[in-house]
C-alpha cells in the first residue's frame, strides 16, 4: 500500500509541477552589469516571510523520508538526512535549487517544483524550528 501511495504524490507532484510550467514568466532582461541580478537572486528569497504554522501542514509528506530516524533508501543506498533543526537559510537554499533543478534528486525536484516561493519559506520556517 505504501509504495502505490508514494507512487500517487509523486505522479501528482510531477503532473502539478508540469501544469505550472507556461505559466512561468520569461526572464527580464537587464541592462545592468553581471553582478546585479546575482544580487537580486540572493535577496530576492529571504524577503519573503515564512510562516511556522503554514509550514507544519505542508511538510506532511516530508516526514516519510526526513522524520524516520536512520532510514536509508533500498537504492541507490544512501542516508536521507533529518530536516529538523536545519537552518532556515540552509533549508530555502535546498529547496530553492531542487525547484530550479540546479540540485539533482529527482523527488526532491518534483517536490520543490510543486511549492511556491511562499510555500518554501513556509516550511523552511517550520523545519528549522523542530527538533
Do not use: W
Given at each position: 500500500?505504501?509504495?502505490?501511495?508514494?507512487?500517487?504524490?509523486?505522479?501528482?507532484?510531477t503532473?502539478?509541477?508540469?501544469?505550472?510550467?507556461?505559466?512561468?514568466?520569461p526572464?527580464?532582461?537587464?541592462?545592468a552589469?553581471?553582478?546585479?541580478?546575482?544580487?537580486?537572486?540572493?535577496?530576492?528569497?529571504?524577503?519573503?516571510?515564512?510562516?511556522?504554522?503554514?509550514?507544519?501542514?505542508?511538510?506532511?509528506?516530508?516526514?516519510?523520508?526526513?522524520?524516520?530516524?536512520?532510514?536509508?533508501?533500498?537504492?541507490?543506498?544512501y542516508?536521507?538526512?533529518?530536516?529538523?533543526?536545519?537552518?532556515?537559510?540552509?533549508?530555502?537554499?535546498?529547496?530553492?535549487e531542487?525547484?530550479?533543478?540546479?540540485?539533482?534528486?529527482?523527488?526532491?525536484?518534483?517536490?520543490?517544483?510543486?511549492?511556491?516561493?511562499?510555500?518554501?519559506?513556509?516550511?523552511?520556517?517550520y523545519?528549522?524550528?523542530i527538533?
Open positions: 500500500m505504501r509504495p502505490l501511495m508514494i507512487a500517487a504524490c509523486l505522479a501528482l507532484t503532473a502539478v509541477a508540469f501544469a505550472d510550467e507556461p505559466k512561468q514568466e526572464a527580464a532582461t537587464t541592462t552589469a553581471a553582478p546585479a541580478p546575482a544580487a537580486t537572486a540572493a535577496t530576492a528569497t529571504p524577503a519573503i516571510k515564512g510562516d511556522s504554522a503554514a509550514g507544519k501542514q505542508l511538510t506532511y509528506t516530508c516526514q516519510g523520508c526526513h522524520g524516520i530516524t536512520g532510514y536509508k533508501n533500498a537504492y541507490p543506498s542516508h536521507v538526512p533529518r530536516l529538523g533543526g536545519q537552518s532556515e537559510q540552509y533549508l530555502l537554499n535546498a529547496l530553492g531542487y525547484k530550479k533543478g540546479t540540485r539533482k534528486h529527482p523527488t526532491m525536484q518534483a517536490q520543490a517544483q510543486s511549492f511556491s516561493d511562499q510555500d518554501i519559506a513556509n516550511i523552511a520556517a523545519l528549522s524550528t527538533k
